[in-house]
Antibody, heavy 118, light 110 residues
């Protein structure tokens, strides 16, 4: 069964850092582009970042302004998102998703909640 | 990158058909046939319903169909059922090699 499981979310103070992980199983992780997508409480989906299969191509949403860093370890079947200088507006459920096509995300993980609050 | 434009809400009665629009620009929706649609029930992760404008993944009901004209993509759900009540999101590949989502549409089955 193809599965993605996020972890690492929690409560962090403004200005703090957090590292999210996404463990993949059931498919050849190292051959797929992976993405992070977030959803603020009661709001819509927002694409955050993508990383190609061999980490050659990395893209971020303009709104992140260099605060987030995506990475992967194909040997560990894992995707990561390092988040620095966190702000209240970064509060959201963060999903990892496999990109089977250029904008075709399937499956998605169950999400991990990040809350930025003092 | 501005979000794609979707109606905030649509509604329909069981058995009817509804269409949700997703409007972008020539730099995203209009420039590529890489538009996807997702269904999200409350508290759940999104589920892929349509990819590359009009293709249905295995297991998705043929009541769901997608199309595109110019800068606007559309999702049509025919034979509405109670379980179709959910939020629906479109997304598109962009000329910056990024992805942009629509604001989402809440579908109410009356």
């Amino acid at each position: 069964e193809v599965q993605l499981v996020e972890s690492g979310g929690g409560l962090v103070k403004p200005g703090g850092s957090l590292r999210l992980s996404c463990a993949a199983s059931g498919f050849t992780f190292g051959t797929y582009t992976m993405n992070w997508v977030r959803q603020a409480p009661g709001k819509g989906l927002e694409w955050v970042s993508s990383i190609s299969s061999s980490s050659t191509y990395i893209y971020y949403a303009d709104s992140l302004r260099g605060r987030f860093t995506i990475s992967r370890d194909n040997a560990k079947n894992s995707l990561y998102l390092q988040m620095n200088s966190l702000r209240a507006e970064d509060t959201a459920v963060y999903y990892c998703a496999r990109a089977t096509g250029l904008a075709w995300f399937d499956p998605w993980g169950q999400g991990t909640l990040v809350t930025v609050s003092s | 990158q501005s979000a794609l434009t979707q109606p905030a809400s649509v509604s329909g009665s069981p058995g009817q058909s509804i269409t949700i629009s997703c409007t972008g620009t020539s730099s995203d929706v209009g420039g590529y046939n890489y538009v996807s649609w997702y269904q999200q029930h409350p508290g759940k992760a999104p589920k892929l319903m349509i990819y590359d404008v009009s293709n249905r993944p295995s297991g998705v009901s043929n009541r769901f169909s997608g199309s595109k004209s110019g800068n606007t993509a559309s999702l049509t759900i025919s034979g509405l059922q109670a379980e179709d009540e959910a939020d629906y999101y479109c997304n598109s590949y962009t000329s910056s090699s990024t992805v942009v989502f629509g604001g989402g549409t809440k579908l109410t089955v009356l």
